[in-house]
């Protein structure tokens, strides 16, 4: 969490505790988190872990977006997008991300496809970055074939970059990490899907994000799930792998990361399943700690916190 020092002082008897501490959110389990930055705000979004406590399945139908200007103080917006806003798809909204591209906000998640077996990635679109959001294609962008791979759900976890020549891609995966290259609409594939390699034990749960130079691929690696991560001049590679990012997040199997600057700090944005009794691996909730970089772009690990 984020030690920022004396706590916000009570205004009176009706005035809520400060909202500092991990997990940041205290409401709702909240899971798979992205984070995107609009000027002086960060917008948070996460799936939501809707499974009763005797229930260790993941219930998940609607995706949350949560606000804040100063990454302690977090505002809930109304459900920004459920999977039924996707016509074809029939449950389980899983990880997803958001990106802002010609002043629209773009997106992409993953859920069970309704009519071809396995999963699938959608794209939203919306005018505002809390929504509300819209099926911006009536199909899905990225649906499961079975060729590659005998699993129904290697085509999850979409994260979505722009990179510096203003070319936008999408990657995904589990077991395999993929990436294309999208349209400039954002709503469609331009080229063929292709592989990334060079990231040992992948599993799942890939975050590309761009800093001082440097492409980073991080990733969700054995299972239960670290964090590790690759480095890149290039967001098509080759990446180079160095290394574990962060430990298993305690009391869950998933480990799910986002990573921003924000206000001249750094963030590592996840998941882990200790916020009371019931939490684990089907009631995770979203946490936050500092981000710290070495002179030569590597990462420190991340030291986890509860405060
Ligand atoms: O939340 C469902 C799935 O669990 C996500 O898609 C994975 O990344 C893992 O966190």
């Known amino acids: 969490g984020l030690l920022l020092g004396a706590p916000a002082r009570a205004q009176g008897p009706a005035a809520a505790p400060a909202a500092a501490g991990n997990p940041v959110i205290k409401t709702k389990y909240t899971a798979d988190p992205a984070a995107m930055v609009q000027g002086g705000t960060v917008y948070l979004y996460t799936g939501h872990d809707e ?3 005797d229930q260790e399945r993941y219930v998940m139908h609607e995706w949350l977006c949560f606000s804040s200007t100063d990454m302690v103080h977090w505002t809930e917006h109304p459900v920004p997008l459920k999977v039924s806003d996707f016509a074809w798809a029939k449950d389980d909204a899983w990880a997803s991300q958001v990106i802002a591209r010609n002043g629209k906000f773009y997106w992409y998640a993953a859920v069970e496809h309704g009519t071809v077996r396995g999963k699938a990635i959608g794209v939203a ?12 294609r009536g199909s899905a962008l990225i649906t499961n074939d079975m060729t590659e791979s005998k699993i129904t759900w290697d085509d999850i976890d979409p994260t979505v970059i722009v990179d510096a020549k203003g070319q936008a891609y999408l990657f995904w995966g589990n077991t395999n990490c993929h990436y294309a290259k999208l349209k400039a609409n954002m709503t469609e594939l331009d080229g063929p899907i292709m592989n990334v390699t060079g990231l040992p034990r992948f599993t799942e749960a890939p975050w590309v994000h761009q800093h001082n130079g440097w492409y980073y691929l ?16 290039s967001v098509e590679g080759p990446w180079q792998y160095k290394g574990i990012l962060n430990e298993l997040a305690g009391n869950s199997n998933t480990n799910h990361q986002a990573i921003i600057d924000f206000k ?20 995770r909730s979203v946490c936050i700690d500092y981000l710290n970089y070495n002179p030569d772009g590597t990462i420190k690990r991340v030291q986890m916190t509860t405060e």
């Open 125 to 136: 679109v919306a005018d505002n970055p809390a929504g509300p959001f819209k099926d911006a």
């Open 51 to 53: 499974a009763p406590n």
């Open 218 to 233: 991080s990733y969700a690696t054995e299972f239960p799930e670290k964090i590790a991560y690759a480095m890149s001049r």
């Open 264 to 283: 001249g700090k750094s963030y590592f944005i996840y998941h882990n399943g200790g916020m009371n009794e019931h939490g684990g691996s089907f009631r």
